[in-house]
C-alpha cells in the first residue's frame, strides 16, 4: 500500500510557475514509477509526466520543453515543476504510484490538487 498526498496547486497568471510535490509513505518509495497526470473538466484524465525507478522521464508532447519532472527517493517525494504555464493547462493533478509485479499492476492514487492558470 502507498499513500500519496499531493501539495503545491494555486491559481498562478499565465507564463508563471508552479511547483507541485507529492509525497508517498506506506511502501518503498524508491522501486515504484511515479508520475503525474491531470484532469480538466469534461476531459479524461490524461498522463503528463512519467519518472520510473531508475530516473528515466517521459513527458506528454503538451509538456515537453516547460514541465520537469523529478524524485527525491530519501524525502519519498516526487516533484512537478511547472513554468510557461499556459490557460490550457489548468486541471486538477493527480500523483501516481505504479508496481508492475509479473502480470499484474498495482496502482495508487493521490487526491489531486487543482492547477488554475488564468488573468
Known amino acids: 500500500q502507498v499513500q500519496l498526498v499531493e501539495s503545491g496547486g494555486g491559481l498562478v497568471q499565465p507564463g508563471g510557475s508552479l511547483r507541485l510535490s507529492c509525497a508517498a509513505s506506506?511502501?518503498?518509495?524508491?522501486?515504484?514509477?511515479m508520475g503525474w497526470y491531470r484532469q480538466a473538466p469534461g476531459k479524461q484524465r490524461e498522463l503528463v509526466a512519467t519518472?520510473?525507478?531508475?530516473?528515466?522521464?517521459n513527458y506528454a508532447d503538451s509538456v515537453k520543453g516547460r514541465f520537469t519532472i523529478s524524485r527525491d527517493n530519501a524525502k519519498n517525494t516526487v516533484y512537478l515543476q511547472m513554468n510557461s504555464l499556459k490557460p490550457e493547462d489548468t486541471a486538477v493533478y493527480y500523483c501516481?504510484?505504479?508496481?508492475?509485479?509479473?502480470?499484474?499492476?498495482?496502482?495508487?492514487w493521490g487526491q489531486g490538487t487543482q492547477v488554475t492558470v488564468s488573468s
Open positions: 519518472i520510473t525507478s531508475g530516473g528515466s522521464t
Open positions: 501516481n504510484a505504479h508496481l508492475p509485479i509479473g502480470d499484474l499492476a498495482y496502482d495508487y
Open positions: 506506506g511502501s518503498i518509495f524508491s522501486i515504484y514509477a
